[in-house]
């Protein structure tokens, strides 16, 4: 059974060293998948657009563990939910936002642990929440139903006229802006306007000499703002959040 593992926690220290110990003492023999460690900390959004990335690269019955969970210690809630063949648990925050909203779900609310840390709920709630699934319980055997889970907004994509106007969803780790317009929007070309700039529509990043920006529709099926061998976010000025209009000979999403 695979389970894979997305936090704010880093590697300098050993908090993902003990959710994973605490998993294999639980489920010996799941092979443990890291998808990331690096959000910033406490960035919810920026955890729930790389979950909604992931997720479906994996197979059916794969346990989804996310761990960014700025109100740990709280009354917020801690979930394990189920959808599309994938089981996820994570805090009632947000972060399963891109999940929720792809189909038919079911969704849990783990009970705490008197025993559990205050401050460490990834090793002493969700890990042994996620070891559960891995050995075969179900999900309704984890705790009570919850119809009213915590959703992020979702991410602005309006028509203007000719023009579509979405934002800035992601920043990935190249300076690369991901933004909320579909691809099939872009036509057989076009413009992108982002803070400022006019940015025309490629297809990759040779399309354009060294320290040009370009446009394009990237792997994830959005379009895309990125700089030719620099940072599309400092070259540009713009992060996420950021208007992003999209002026093409577009088709409606689909």
Do not use: C
């Not at 990331?36 to 900390?41: A, K, L």
């Not at 917020?76 to 805090?91: D, I, K, N, Q, S």
């Amino acid at each position: 059974m695979i389970v894979t593992l997305l936090t704010d926690f880093g590697t300098a220290d050993g908090y993902v060293a003990e959710v994973k110990g605490t998993l294999l003492r639980r489920a010996p023999g799941a092979t443990l998948v890291d998808v990331t460690h690096e959000i910033p900390p406490g960035d919810v959004a920026a955890a729930a657009y790389l979950l909604g990335r992931s997720w479906r690269a994996f197979p059916e019955g794969t346990v989804h563990v996310v761990v960014v969970d700025p109100g740990v210690g709280t009354d917020r809630r801690a979930l394990a939910a189920e959808t599309g063949g994938h089981r996820f648990v994570a805090p009632d925050n947000g972060v399963l936002s891109a999940v929720l909203g792809a189909g038919e779900v079911a969704i849990v609310s783990l009970p705490m642990d008197a025993a559990a840390s205050p401050t460490f709920h990834g090793r002493d709630v969700f890990a042994p929440a996620a070891a559960r699934l891995v050995i075969g319980e179900p999900l309704g055997a984890l705790g009570g139903a919850v119809r009213d889970p915590v959703l992020l907004p979702p991410p602005r994509l309006e028509r203007h006229g000719e023009d579509w106007v979405g934002e800035v969803v992601h920043v990935d780790r190249f300076g690369t802006l991901v933004t909320s317009v579909p691809g099939t929007v872009a036509g057989g070309g076009g413009t992108v306007r982002i803070a400022r700039h006019d940015v025309a529509l490629g297809r990759t990043f040779a399309d354009v000499a060294p320290g040009t920006p370009v446009a394009f529709v990237g792997s994830g099926g959005t379009i895309e703002v990125a700089v030719r061998d620099g940072r599309a976010d400092e070259v540009l000025g713009a992060g996420r959040g950021a208007e992003v209009r999209v002026a093409a000979g577009a088709q409606r999403p689909g």
